[in-house]
């Protein structure tokens, strides 16, 4: 085995770490020196100019302004040189591949949330009030913090797949022959494969809606769930009747998170079947189009799509947050 | 007297069961316990067979299942020295690549950070006209998908910007690590302006006016008052970051490239997954290599990143 690592040729990029920390440092500085020297006075305007000034140029520089450009390259070829009307889009809502690009990113904004709600709903329950509690949401939890490409990783070995007759590597195809069936491919056959990373996804996400609903249960308060018992509830109907209710805008925030997840979810489809036999979604298309194939316009079209799809969602989100200031007056 | 009127009906509650309620209540927290332990177990075991899979030798990952090792054991680090520093191009090469993610990772925590810090001040205690305006669209900028940015962006870094003929902003070199810090901390904001906001507008007024009264200027505030009161927040949203930009594919394997000089460890793990997909002695190590910080960092903190969930951390 050949083993080498050589530190020194490493060191330019540590000297960019201390350029980068460094320039960290001059910032913070800067920023605060600028606004010292701003007159104070009534006026809130300028400290507040000053203040707000660097990360509003950055916003604009790189997310606003690039969201208008890509709006505007989803009507032009794919060498961005000439207009093509509607091209794009009627290839994205015309094309069969486009076609079942779209149908699974329908499928796993249909399934991820639900899912994820469901499991994290029924764990929160199950380990509320236990002497484990805290370990058990740990457990779970601990995905959360991997890569999706790690989890991809970790999954794909799940699924790993040998021949029938030889011993089993992957978890998965090895309770299949024990329960005495045949092994699988299963990352290779639409439209189950989807499924199979679908898997994947809730296993990562399932931690925050634990977490979240674990809180909003505890939160419940507990007289109410006193009073119900008292009138002979049964614990279903207790969940049911008290609980649910109760732990509703937390239900609700889990689902609009995960749907704004699941609709950018790339890494997963990625590194586990790279796109192919029929698994890709909205996000690994258009970074194939945009980045891979040079169809700039097909991949602009794409992320203007997503763009739409998230739309509904910011604006019910900004009438709560407008609402709850409104509120705190 | 009120007291005991609240007390009463729990301690009358408790002792009259029937045994038929005592059987049912019985009954369902043991399907409830069994419930949690299967979904406990089916949460650990794939991370638990990957890690022990990583420490097996090359031939018996590669003919057996890592179930076998209870049978039949044999240990060795022998992948994560291949992994980590073989010098065959098919064997990972990891250690560059997870300098690469350090160095990617600490400015690109930091910045966003401070500068989020400054503009959640001016949002949350600077009254100026406008203000709603701006912070409703930070906020609703946070659900934007990143996907909108990418491609101008791209071509923001590679050929700078030109109005009319006339260049504006050079073209950046497009070699180092700049143009991914810099794409970081603009994805990082929207995120942390709003989380750190909305810590920042919980602390007492009579606090600001009392410092500003003494005659303290908007820097001393921010330093000797909203800093330190606001750090759980600050280390929340810099967890956050943290997690982000070391778990990031998507940003790194565009504004990053694909090589040992600037790409981090996702990039290449999914490229091994991608080309070297049946590798496993490289795979699951490299696999946990890249895994065991964030999950040290994690187990550490993870009563500040509960409270950033719940504080609302959702991210475009």
């Known amino acids: 085995m050949n083993l080498a690592f050589d530190l020194a040729a490493e060191a330019p990029k540590f000297v960019q770490l201390v350029i980068g920390v460094a320039a960290f440092c001059a910032v913070v500085a800067a920023m605060l020196l600028l606004v010292d020297r701003v007159p104070m006075r009534q006026r809130a305007r300028w400290p507040a100019a000053v203040l707000l000034a660097p990360a509003l140029l950055l916003l604009g520089v790189g997310l606003v302004v690039p969201a208008i450009r890509t709006t505007v390259l989803s009507f032009r070829s794919g060498d961005t040189t000439s207009w093509v009307g509607l091209d794009n889009y009627e290839w994205m809502f015309g094309q069969p591949e486009a076609l079942t690009v779209l149908r699974n990113t329908l499928v796993w904004v249909a399934l991820v949330p639900l899912l994820v709600t469901s499991v994290g709903l029924v764990y929160a329950v199950v380990v509320d009030n236990t002497r484990f509690e805290r370990l058990a949401k740990s457990l779970v939890f601990l995905p959360m913090a991997i890569s999706f490409v790690g989890a991809g990783i970790i999954w794909k070995f799940v699924y790993a797949y040998r021949p029938p007759g030889a011993d089993q590597i992957g978890l998965l195809n090895q309770v299949v022959v024990s329960l005495g069936w045949q092994p699988r491919q299963w990352l290779l056959g639409p439209p189950a494969n989807t499924l199979f990373l679908i898997v994947v996804m809730v296993w990562i996400q399932a931690g925050f809606a634990t977490v979240v609903l674990s809180a909003a249960i505890k939160a419940v308060p507990a007289d109410l769930v006193e009073a119900a018992r008292l009138d002979g509830a049964s614990p279903l109907q207790l969940f049911r009747r008290v609980t649910l209710p109760c732990i509703r805008p937390a239900v609700i925030v889990v689902l609009v998170t995960q749907s704004i997840g699941t609709l950018k979810l790339f890494d997963i489809v990625r590194t586990m079947t790279g796109g192919q036999f029929d698994t890709s979604v909205i996000a690994n298309e258009m970074y194939n189009q945009a980045f891979r194939y040079g169809e700039t316009g097909r991949g602009a079209a794409l992320a203007v799509f997503l763009f739409v799809l998230v739309l509904p969602i910011v604006g019910y989100q900004v009438r709560n947050l407008r609402q709850a200031r409104q509120e705190a007056r | 007297m009120t007291a005991t009127a609240i007390e009463l009906p729990a301690a009358v509650d408790a002792p009259p069961r029937t045994a038929a309620a005592r059987i049912r209540r019985r009954l369902t927290s043991r399907t409830a316990s069994l419930v949690a332990i299967a979904i406990a177990v089916l949460w650990t075991m794939p991370t638990f067979g990957l890690m022990l899979s990583s420490l097996r030798p090359e031939d018996q990952i590669k003919t057996t299942g890592w179930w076998t090792f209870f049978s039949d054991p044999a240990l060795t680090l022998d992948n994560y020295r291949q992994v980590l520093f073989g010098t065959s191009s098919s064997s990972g090469q990891l250690a560059s690549f997870l300098i690469n993610s350090v160095v990617i990772t600490v400015p690109a925590v930091l910045l966003p950070v401070a500068l989020a810090a400054f503009a959640a001040y001016a949002l949350a205690w600077l009254p100026f006209r406008g203000?709603?305006?701006?912070?409703?669209?930070?906020?609703?900028?946070?659900?934007?998908?990143?996907?909108?940015?990418?491609?101008?962006?791209?071509?923001?870094?590679?050929?700078?910007?030109?109005?009319?003929?006339?260049?504006?902003?050079?073209?950046?070199?497009?070699?180092?690590?700049?143009?991914?810090?810099?794409?970081?901390?603009?994805?990082?904001?929207?995120?942390?302006?709003?989380?750190?906001?909305?810590?920042?507008?919980?602390?007492?007024?009579?606090?600001?006016?009392?410092?500003?009264?003494?005659?303290?200027t908007h820097g001393v505030i921010l330093r000797r008052i909203v800093v330190p009161l606001v750090a759980p927040a600050l280390a929340t949203f810099a967890l956050f970051q943290f997690l982000w930009v070391w778990n990031d594919l998507l940003v790194a394997l565009i504004f990053a490239g694909g090589t040992a000089e600037s790409a981090p460890m996702t990039v290449r793990l999914a490229q091994m997954a991608g080309t070297r997909g049946d590798e496993w002695q490289r795979l699951t190590s490299g696999a946990f290599v890249s895994a065991i910080i964030p999950l040290i960092v994690f187990l550490s903190l993870q009563r500040y990143f509960v409270r950033g969930l719940l504080a609302g951390g959702v991210k475009g």
Not at chain 2, 147 to 175: C, E, H, K, Y
Not at chain 2, 184 to 207: K, R, V
């Open chain 2, 131 to 216: 203000r709603d305006w701006v912070f409703i669209g930070i906020f609703a900028l946070q659900v934007v998908p990143l996907q909108m940015a990418l491609v101008p962006l791209l071509s923001f870094f590679s050929r700078g910007v030109t109005v009319a003929g006339v260049p504006i902003v050079p073209a950046w070199n497009l070699d180092g690590f700049a143009q991914v810090w810099f794409a970081h901390t603009c994805f990082a904001l929207p995120l942390g302006i709003f989380l750190l906001h909305n810590f920042m507008a919980g602390l007492p007024g009579e606090l600001m006016e009392a410092a500003r009264v003494d005659g303290a």
